[in-house]
């Protein structure tokens, strides 16, 4: 079967961003409420991005080893749809916190050298078992500052099961997006540092290549199953 790999791009900051991904056929846009981060919005602004974003395109809030109430109030102020924990969150304030402020999760799962395929799975399989908001795993390289830093990890460390249900990121870009997808054929890709034109600013060509790559991509893997 053909399988359409679901688009992520994170770290929007601007309306006119939020349109390009949107009519390039993102499936999500990333807001990032980590006060370091370069892409850092507050609230009120993504109130005002997330009024851009058409019905049935998600809008994810990406938080950072924030507090319960904090991203409960980031919640009443701006309607995200999906929360992304990209911190050292434990499994269970994740769990808490998504039942509080009752939005599914995905949990981001920074990749170092040394972890096993057994590791991925293991993670996982203890957060799908704990709460029916979680969403999925996404998989992102260990850096510095938590994220968005451009680096790839190992991809041969996914295992072949794990991957139909994980979102890809890390290091991605129009480059490498379809050498990522047919290798590993994730669920999702999700994608930052690599559509910006200098840390923080988003390039609307290079979205608009992104996501052709990705969906160039798909037709190849498609090919590559007949
Ligand atoms: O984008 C950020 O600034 C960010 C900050 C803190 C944690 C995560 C962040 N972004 C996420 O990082 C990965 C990889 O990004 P990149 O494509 O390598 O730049 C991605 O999942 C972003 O959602």
Request: with cysteine.
């Amino acid at each position: 079967m053909n399988h359409r790999t679901r688009i992520k791009i994170c770290g929007l900051s601007r309306t006119q961003d939020v349109q390009v991904a949107v009519d390039a056929g993102a499936d999500a846009i990333g807001l990032v409420f980590y006060s370091r981060s370069p892409r850092h919005v507050t609230p009120d602004t993504a109130r005002k991005l997330i009024a851009a974003v058409p019905p049935y395109v998600t809008s994810v809030g990406l938080f950072v080893n924030a507090s319960e109430s904090e991203v409960a109030d980031i919640v009443a102020a701006a309607p995200i749809s999906l929360i992304q924990f990209h911190g050292d969150e434990t499994l269970e304030q994740c769990c808490s916190i998504a039942a509080r402020v009752n939005r599914p999760f995905t949990r981001a799962l920074r990749v170092q050298p040394g972890m096993t395929e057994e590791d991925l799975l293991k993670y996982e399989h203890d957060y799908r078992a704990a709460s029916s908001l979680f969403a999925g795993l996404l998989l992102d390289a260990f850096v510095d500052g938590y994220g968005g830093g451009g680096k790839v990890f190992d991809w041969s460390l996914i295992p072949k099961e794990l991957a139909p249900r994980v979102v890809l990121s890390g290091g991605l870009s129009a480059q490498n997006a379809a050498d990522a997808i047919v290798r590993v054929r994730p669920y999702a890709v999700d994608v930052s540092s690599g559509v910006e034109l200098s840390k923080g600013m988003k390039d609307p060509a290079r979205i608009r290549a992104f996501i052709e790559a990705v969906r160039l991509a798909d037709t190849i893997a498609a090919s590559l199953n007949e």
